[in-house]
């Protein structure tokens, strides 16, 4: 199983930027996908997740209303549009997959990407 995630990179604050992140090795559409974020001396932690069929998103509060998490399961590709970004978006995100029927918080991520930097300077 392979998660290649993309689209990392140095912004400003207040710009926007996209993640996305190619899946290969598993059957996408079998999977809740999730991003993660983990900066610099900080535990890594939990930014979105969407359903097996992309009906169903979840947010942390501290996103929530800037970033979107879509997928495109014929394209085995899941998507983290981030708005207005701040200094404190700043970390290496991660792309995951979880084989579960349905998210619920807290739970254990199956595969997980390498991750790409997003730098967000002020």
């Known amino acids: 199983v392979q998660l290649q995630a993309c689209g990392g990179g140095l912004v400003q604050t207040g710009d926007s930027a996209t993640l996305s992140c190619a899946a290969s090795?598993?059957?996408?559409?079998?999977?809740?996908m999730g991003w993660f974020r983990q900066a610099p001396g900080e535990e890594r932690d939990f930014v979105a997740a969407?359903?097996?069929?992309?009906?169903?998103?979840y947010y942390a509060d501290s996103v929530k209303g800037r970033f979107t998490i879509s997928r495109d399961n014929a394209k085995n590709t899941v998507y983290l549009q981030m708005n207005s970004l701040k200094p404190e978006d700043t970390a290496v995100y991660y792309c995951?997959?979880?084989?579960?029927?349905?998210?619920?918080?807290?739970?254990?991520?199956?595969?997980w990407g390498q991750g790409t930097q997003v730098t967000v300077s002020s």
């Open positions: 995951a997959g979880d084989s579960s029927l349905s998210y619920s918080s807290g739970r254990h991520f199956d595969y």
């Open positions: 969407i359903s097996r069929s992309g009906r169903s998103t």
């Open positions: 090795g598993l059957t996408f559409s079998s999977y809740i």
